[in-house]
Each structure stands twice: as C-alpha cells, then as structure tokens.
Nanobody
Framework: QVELEESGGGSVQAGESLTLSCPFT?????????MGWFRQAPGKEREEIAT???????SYGDPVKGRFTVSKDKVQNILSLQMNNLKPADTAMYYC?????????????WGRGTQVTVSS
C-alpha cells in the first residue's frame, strides 16, 4: 500500500509559480515505485503531466515541458512538482499518484487532490 497526500495548490496569476508537495508512505520500503502527477479540469480528460521512475528518470506531458519539474526526496519520502510560468490552461485539480510495482500502468494509489487556479 502507498498513502499520499498532496498539498500546495492555490490561486495565482499567470506567470507565477507554485510548488506542489506530496509526502508518501509505502509498505515496501525497497520497492522502486514509479510516481507521478496528474491533473483534471472540468470538461477535460485526466492528463498525465509528469512522472518519475524508481531510477529518477522523468517524463513530462507536452503542455508542461520546460515549465514543470518533478522530483522525489528519497530521504523524506516527498514527491514534488515545481510549476513555473503558470498559465490559465494549467487550472485543474492536481493529483499525485503511485504506480503498482507488479502491475505497471494501473496507478492504483492516489491522493485526494489539490486545486490550482491560474488567472490571466
């Protein structure tokens, strides 16, 4: 089991920055979980915006490449998302998640979400 609780969302103006944090607890301390950030806005499908695997390799969705950075603090067990140059299109509920080590791609572990609102 993996427990996550994201925070750090808020309301900002376009061009500003926010950092989302997601402390997590994993049942298997030696497991290399892939973790990531997803977002969903009303009327839009859920987007996978940033992931990081157990070796530290990262991947980003096209809309956030060059602006967002995902990182994992292995000591404190915190997944973070640094969001720079925010745009109104980034407005969404943001979720942190962890993938299954055994069943990759199923993403069974989720936080409750934190709202990010970007005004023009």
């Amino acid at each position: 089991q993996v427990e996550l609780e994201e925070s750090g969302g808020g309301s900002v103006q376009a061009g500003e920055s926010l950092t989302l944090s997601c402390p997590f607890t994993a049942s298997y301390t030696l497991a290399k979980y892939s973790m990531g950030w997803f977002r969903q806005a009303p009327g839009k499908e859920r987007e996978e915006i940033a992931t990081i695997d157990g070796d530290g390799n990262t991947s980003y969705g096209d809309p956030v490449k060059g602006r967002f950075t995902v990182s994992k603090d292995k000591v404190q067990n915190i997944l973070s998302l640094q969001m720079n140059n925010l745009k109104p299109a980034d407005t969404a509920m943001y979720y942190c998640a962890a993938d299954s080590v055994l069943y990759g791609g199923t993403w069974p572990y989720w936080g409750r979400g934190t709202q990010v609102t970007v005004s023009s």
